[in-house]
């Protein structure tokens, strides 16, 4: 019984590989900000407290992905290499 529980209790590492799994599988057609909703969606998990489930290499994926997408102004800083 316990097994079951900690199956379905969502860790930062179980959510950043489930992203990471979606992304990978969609072969480009998915970018980080979709996979992170479509996550939410699948889990039931709302999209304002997935903020603490998403790790610090998954937080900048996003704003790479959001500063390619011009959601968010590029920072003058390098970008990271994906």
């Known amino acids: 019984?316990?097994?079951?529980?900690?199956?379905?209790?969502m860790t930062q590492a179980k959510f950043s590989a489930l992203v990471e799994k979606v992304v990978k599988e969609s072969n480009g057609l998915v970018n980080y900000i979709?996979?992170?909703?479509?996550?939410?969606?699948?889990f039931e998990i709302e999209v304002e407290t997935a903020s603490k489930l998403?790790?610090?290499?998954?937080?900048?994926?996003?704003?790479?992905n959001a500063q390619e997408l011009n959601y968010i102004k590029r920072t003058s800083r390098g970008v990271l290499p994906l």
Do not use: R
């Open 34 to 42: 979709e996979a992170v909703t479509s996550i939410c969606d699948e």
């Open 54 to 64: 998403i790790s610090k290499p998954l937080k900048d994926k996003i704003k790479y």
């Open 1 to 9: 019984q316990i097994k079951e529980i900690e199956e379905k209790f």
